[in-house]
């Protein structure tokens, strides 16, 4: 069977969807679960694009030992030098460098002839190869380019040194027989048939046809792809991970390639990249959603419940989703816990573990059982969600139908504790005015949500906000059995990102 490169760009596309941003120590997490995961190349950022990314790229690069890292970079000197300063502490670092081919982008972003984007392209590897043999070329907004002109500038870069040249189809345009001939045509119209150079893919999913067009395209000879866990990325994101390693590993007799993915680390991925960028699966996502594995209809249930392979065409246990979700009460034990924490994927530090494991018997105390989404959102509240800036000592809140809401809260500002109060419309409101006030942010909310993580009255509750200042939007999560606590959590972790991104404001974007 033909082995399929996986390349993951979670940290780099993933992190451009809206709101979704991630601190240096997130960016470690998810790449040592992607290097769990078995995925060949990380791409860990976009050096050139602000201090933290270049931060970010250079942690993942200098810790993790067993996947290529890569960092993106235009098609020029600079570029190329900051990113392999991030890079070049790796164990196999990848330069990928980029610029755009279509004529639209040509003449109106670029504001270039192609040949003079031709020259700069192979100028740009032409360098990068004096730095690394392993170098990725991209013709962004390929699939709206001329074929000629990407031949002629595929073959160029072949020449100057890329090993791997990426076709992406930047804004989810193309369609499965379209991508499949292109890529077919490109491969034969290479020297020797392409031989030595690996062709890849990226497709975005703006119809909703990533994951096809990506099949099509190793049909037609790719052996790269490049994809995001919970297909997260630029507008309606990029080609999902998950449902491409599963659509091979399900249908061999079809499809007959393979990668090296260990499928049963898919959920942890799924939940870990879920919780640090407070994206939410969709329930009814492919492989990773609520209801993928649910059956609803009486016949399905009762046909599954005869014979699993009824309804279902490939198992929970094959992706990594626990079975049996019902895990502890107050009297588990240290020792039980910190299996159940390992068993759900997270790897913790001695330290970290004593803190998940304190908020866990306070959660005991208030919560009869606790289930594994439970344990997510507390090791996501007490380890993921580091509270750099500012941190929430206590909140209380005054609110009913003959109170005029208002709320009193201490936070630490940089150190710094801080006392106040303020009134609201209602308690929620009461709350953010009084952080806005204590923190001396003008953030506008835009959204507020509030789930249940599971069943019961006694349940946590998880809060999402999305805010806005100075053109930055952020996203931020807080877990509690009290929703009024959720909610100053929530709004925190926000304020937290939001600082974190004024500090590395990105100077460029792809
Ligand atoms: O979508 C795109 O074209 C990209 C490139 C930078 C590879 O993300
Ligand atoms: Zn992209």
Redesign the pocket.
């Known amino acids: 069977m033909d082995r399929i490169t996986i390349f993951d ?1 979670t940290l780099r ?1 993933g992190e451009q969807s809206p709101g979704a941003s991630m601190n240096v120590e997130e960016k470690l997490l998810i790449g040592r679960q992607l290097e769990k995961l078995g995925v060949d190349v990380i791409e860990a950022g976009f050096p050139i694009a602000s201090e933290g990314d270049f931060a970010g790229v250079k942690l993942v690069s200098d810790e993790i030992r067993s996947c290529q890292v890569a960092g993106l970079a235009r098609a020029n000197q600079q570029d190329i030098d900051r990113a392999w300063d991030a890079l070049k502490g790796g164990a196999d670092p990848r330069i990928h460098t980029f610029i755009a081919t279509s004529p639209i982008h040509m003449q109106h972003k670029l504001q270039m002839e192609a040949d003079a984007v031709l020259e700069q392209a192979v100028a740009a590897v032409r360098y990068a190869c004096t730095l690394t043999s392993n170098v990725e070329f991209s013709a962004e907004d390929a699939t709206r380019s001329d074929i000629d002109f990407l031949v002629r500038i595929l073959t160029a870069v072949v020449k100057a040194g890329a090993r791997t040249i990426n076709i ?1 189809d ?1 804004v989810g345009y193309t369609v499965p027989r379209e991508y499949f001939s292109m890529i077919e045509e490109i491969k034969n119209r290479l020297p020797h048939g392409g031989d030595g150079v690996v062709i890849s893919v ?1 497709c ?1 999913n703006d119809l909703g046809l990533a994951t096809a067009n990506s099949i099509a395209a190793i049909e037609a000879g790719a052996r790269q792809v490049e994809c995001t866990i919970n297909g997260i ?2 507008r309606a994101g ?1 080609s999902s991970l998950e449902e491409l390693v599963m659509a091979l590993r399900t249908r061999p007799d079809n499809l007959t390639y393979t990668t090296n993915i260990v499928t049963p680390q898919i959920y942890p991925a799924s939940r870990l990249v879920s919780q640090v960028t407070g994206i939410r699966v969709q329930p009814n996502k492919a492989i990773v959603g609520a209801n993928a594995f649910a059956h609803e209809a009486g016949i399905h249930q009762d046909g599954v419940l005869k014979n699993k392979a009824t309804y279902e065409i490939m198992t929970p246990e094959s992706i990594g989703l626990p079975q049996n979700s019902l895990v502890m009460g107050k009297h588990s034990g240290r020792h039980a816990f910190q299996e159940k924490i390992s068993d759900l994927g997270y790897e913790l530090e001695p330290e970290q573990i004593e803190t998940a494991f304190v908020a866990f018997k306070k959660l005991a105390d208030k919560k009869k059982e606790i289930f594994d989404e439970d344990i997510d959102a507390l090791v996501a509240d007490e380890i993921i969600r580091i509270p750099h800036y500012y941190k929430l000592n206590f909140v209380s809140v005054n609110s009913g139908t003959e109170a005029m809401p208002n709320s009193t809260l201490e936070i630490e500002v940089e150190g710094k504790v801080v006392r106040g109060a303020e009134f609201g419309d209602g308690a929620i409101d009461a709350i953010f005015k009084t952080i806005k006030q204590l923190t001396n942010t003008q953030s506008r909310l835009l959204t507020y949500e509030v789930k249940s993580i599971t069943g019961g009255a006694d349940a946590l509750g998880e809060v999402t906000v999305r805010i806005k200042e100075d053109g930055l939007t952020v996203m931020g999560q807080g877990a509690h059995t009290c929703v009024v606590v959720a909610s100053a959590k929530a709004y925190m972790n926000a304020l937290n990102k939001l600082e974190y991104k004024k500090r590395n404001r990105p100077q460029v974007t ?1």
């Open positions: 760009t596309d992406p930047t990226h975005h990325g630029e990029n792809v």
